[in-house]
């Protein structure tokens, strides 16, 4: 601080001795910050100290400091452009974004075709969500410049924030064309591709910008799509190289092997783990990888050979024991299953599971008073007991219509867990999966008040009013304040898809529902929602095909019916039939 004060010291002797008198405003003092540049005020020594003052106050963090310098150096010299873009960018910096715009415009009136200060009016605009505006700038830039990379992209970017893909489409084709040699360029034109559900040309982008600029991270995602369209050859190919290229690469070995797996080649995939394994600084994780995917293959008695071994040499690996009572479940060794999991301590990761499991063992034995016994045993230990516990020993009384003890669970875990809005919670799914609707809604309301923000209840409230088709502006808010806290969970989105149905405003219905299927891309109502609302948005072939996926995931056959009538109904168009095989 000192150091930048003797400078300061040094620069203001050199600049105010020699510089003439500034003329002041009658009244106020002549380097007021809050006075508006003046015509007779032009002094440009002046205006340069204050400039290097600000930069030096900027640099060291003084920001309030400096943006009063800045504001003095204009007070000297009202045309100082590079003055104004600093100040401006502190501004911004600062949150004061309408000065900011003050400032800016200030600047492009010295010169109006200055590029790089419309440039930076759009930027702020756009920071502000005033998409239209900063849009509007951008296309003025390229009007006057056509070739003006940033700014292309920039549009591009923004018509893709403003969910206008069509738009941002046109601006990046456009962007690739002029400069196809762009890694930029077909990156961002890769992941576009990929909102509007194009993997062919998602594909095909990403391949380019690896042929310009290959690096691990884009290799990753390149990978990630192809995988996602079970084009696994491609994905395996994409790893293979990052392992060339980084032998030490133990995601890219991981992943390699999971997509082997995928393909069903399963001893490629062990191979490529016993890789693995030798270079890991973790080799046990590797060896419980291995045995799930001998598990999943079926390849149950090795899985056990490797398990035990695994748990001879570590007696208190829990993920080996979890997994060699799922070899021993899937066999259909219950009694061996069941040993180990009275083995599993209260202090293990997997005890809460355990319990569970070891209570649904015996249900399916109709050993109903066994069941009933662990759980009650679980529940009485103060320092260890599980809301699921409770949850899992009501739906054993259910199962069994024993409908008030199970009541009676959820009021002991009312008063077992003061304050936990999560047994509230849970007492509205045990509702819901009773089919008492009223009663789910009560319980969720319930939980509401005692925390208003609680994602999945004001999903599960505006969701069920979005069915009833009633209070769908708060059930819209409902849902909007869930995708807040929510916005990766492809139900939550559906749900927001389907009260933009409700609403009548079909174009956003489907922009959420395709989100909702990519993210959760295995479950039928979304994509019976999906095709409902292709069939309104006047799209009839995409509303086929939202169909046909949903027909494919459907098990129960009432559904399965209703999706068919649905099908059958859809007029023959592009010499394809309604119906479905």
Request: hydrophobic fraction near 40%; include cysteine; charge should be negative.
């Amino acid at each position: 601080m000192l150091k930048r004060l003797l400078i300061a010291g040094g620069l203001a002797f050199c600049c105010l001795s020699c510089a003439p008198a500034i003329r002041g405003v009658a009244g106020q003092p002549p380097f007021a910050a809050d006075l508006e540049p003046y015509t007779e005020a032009v002094d440009r020594s002046c205006s340069y100290f204050n400039f290097l003052w600000g930069k030096s106050a900027e640099l060291e963090g003084y920001d309030e400091e400096a943006i009063y310098a800045y504001k003095q150096a204009l007070v000297c010299d009202r045309r100082a452009g590079r003055v104004m873009r600093s100040l401006a960018d502190i501004l911004v910096k600062n949150g004061q974004r309408d000065q900011a715009i003050a400032w800016v415009n200030k600047l492009i009136a010295l010169n109006p075709k200055d590029s790089d200060a419309r440039a930076f009016l759009a930027n702020i605009y756009s920071s502000m969500e005033r998409f239209g505006e900063a849009a509007e700038i951008y296309q003025a830039i390229l009007v006057d410049d056509p070739k003006n990379f940033n700014v292309r992209l920039q549009l591009g970017g923004l018509y893709a924030r403003m969910h206008d893909y069509e738009k941002a489409r046109q601006v990046l084709e456009k962007l690739t064309e002029m400069n196809p040699d762009s890694y930029a360029g077909f990156y961002y034109l890769a992941r576009l591709y990929q909102e509007m559900h194009l993997f062919d040309k998602a594909a095909e982008a990403y391949e380019k910008a690896l042929v310009l600029n290959w690096s691990p991270m884009l290799a990753y995602e390149a990978a990630e799509l192809y995988e996602q369209e079970k084009r696994y050859p491609e994905a395996i190919a994409v790893y293979k190289q990052i392992v060339e290229d980084d032998a030490s690469d133990e995601r890219a070995r991981s992943f390699l092997a999971q997509a082997y797996f995928r393909q069903g080649k399963v001893d490629e995939a062990i191979q490529e783990l016993e890789h693995l394994r030798n270079i890991s600084a973790n080799p046990a994780k590797v060896e419980l990888a291995i045995c799930r995917i001998l598990l999943d293959a079926g390849r149950r008695l090795d899985a056990i050979t490797r398990l035990n071994a695994i748990l001879k040499k570590d007696p208190q690996s829990d993920g080996a024991r979890a997994l060699l009572i799922m070899a021993y479940y899937q066999q259909g060794d219950l009694a061996t299953a069941k040993k180990l999991l009275r083995q599993v301590r209260p202090a293990s990761p997997a005890y809460e599971e355990s319990v569970i499991m070891l209570a649904r063992i015996m249900q399916e034995e109709k050993d109903f008073p066994g069941a009933e016994k662990i759980l009650r045993q679980a529940m009485a230990d103060k320092e260890n007991r599980r809301l699921n516990f409770y949850v899992a020993l009501a739906m054993l009384y259910a199962g069994q219509d024993k409908f008030d003890k199970a009541h009676g669970v959820f009021a002991q875990a009312i008063a077992d867990f003061p304050g936990n809005v999560e047994t509230y919670y849970e007492y509205a799914l045990f509702f819901h999966k009773l089919g008492d609707e009223a009663g789910a809604m009560r319980q969720m309301q319930e939980v509401l008040k005692r925390e208003p923000k609680h994602a999945r209840a004001l999903n599960y409230i505006g969701y069920t009013w979005a069915e009833e088709g009633r209070n769908l502006e708060q059930a819209k808010s409902y849902i909007e304040q869930a995708v807040d806290q929510l916005p990766k969970d492809g139900f939550v989105r559906d749900s927001l898809g389907w009260v933009y149905y409700r609403l009548g405003d079909f174009p956003a219905a489907v922009r959420e529902l395709e989100l909702a299927v990519v993210l959760s891309p295995d479950d039928p109502t979304i994509y019976e929602h999906l095709g409902d609302a292709y069939l309104k948005n006047n799209d009839k072939l995409k509303a086929r095909d939202a169909y046909r996926k949903s027909l494919e995931f459907y098990e129960e056959q009432d559904k399965k019916d209703a999706v068919r009538h649905k099908l059958e109904a859809l007029s023959p168009e592009d010499g394809q039939t309604g119906g479905a095989k």
